[in-house]
């Protein structure tokens, strides 16, 4: 991987946190928010990027809280 890789994560008025990969491909975007969906709750979409399906860009992730 070379070049910057950056997080863009939303909180909603609800609660629910949306997280946005930049400047990875492939599986390294899960390894980047793996740590992150696991502290904060249950992810409940996931959208893949054409950039993931490429060597090594970006993910959307949906994560909400078990209350």
């Not at 492939?26 to 696991?38: A, F, H, V």
Request: charged share 35%; glycine share 8%; hydrophobic share 25%.
């Amino acid at each position: 991987m070379s070049g910057k890789q950056e997080l863009e994560i939303t909180i909603s008025n609800d609660g629910e946190v949306s997280i946005n990969v930049h400047g990875a491909k492939g599986s390294s975007c899960l390894d980047l928010t793996k740590e992150i969906e696991e502290s904060i709750g249950v992810v409940t979409e996931r959208e893949k990027k054409s950039s993931f399906y490429e060597s090594n860009d970006a993910e959307h992730v949906r994560i909400t809280s078990e209350d």
